[in-house]
């Protein structure tokens, strides 16, 4: 799998959705000791604690939703096996400019997984992306 700055490095990422995701992150960061790794606008971040990542997202007034991001090797391999499977995915793979190949399907429960690809190492600033600051402990 290669690297990509635009994307944490876990394998399965948590979205979590936040009313709020600038308080989210400050709450999340002062009380959970997570990091914040990448600002997307004011409606996304990322985050990571140790090997582990999340992506706090913005939820509008039903905040608490929440869907599973899963890093693949190869996405489009994947979508077949999951169609051929019977699972009923909401579009095929599309390729996006932060460097991600993706696609997403709801499961049985209801619960929204994407899957996605790195394709590529893009720096966050090409796309609007803002990195946080190093920590300087680390």
Same mark, same amino acid.
């Given at each position: ?22 308080? &989210? ?10 990091? /914040? ?46 169609? &051929? ?14 460097? /991600? ?19 590529? %190492?893009?720096?966050?600033? /090409? ?7 190093? %920590?300087?402990?680390?």
């Amino acid at each position: 799998m290669i690297s990509n700055r635009s994307m944490p490095r876990a394998t399965v990422i948590p979205v979590l959705q936040y009313a709020d995701v600038a308080e &989210a992150v400050r709450w999340l960061c002062e009380v959970f000791g997570f990091r /914040e790794q990448l600002r997307i606008g004011d409606h996304r971040a990322q985050l990571t604690v140790g090997d582990g990542a999340v992506v706090v997202a913005q939820g509008g007034e039903s905040a608490g939703g929440h869907s599973v991001m899963v890093r693949v090797d190869d996405v489009d391999a994947h979508h077949a096996r999951v169609l &051929a499977a019977g699972a009923r995915a909401a579009g095929p793979p599309q390729s996006a400019s932060y460097g /991600e190949r993706q696609y997403s399907v709801i499961d049985p429960g209801g619960h929204r997984w994407t899957f996605s690809q790195s394709i590529a %190492d893009i720096d966050p600033a /090409e796309w609007g992306g803002v990195p946080a600051a190093p %920590d300087p402990e680390s």
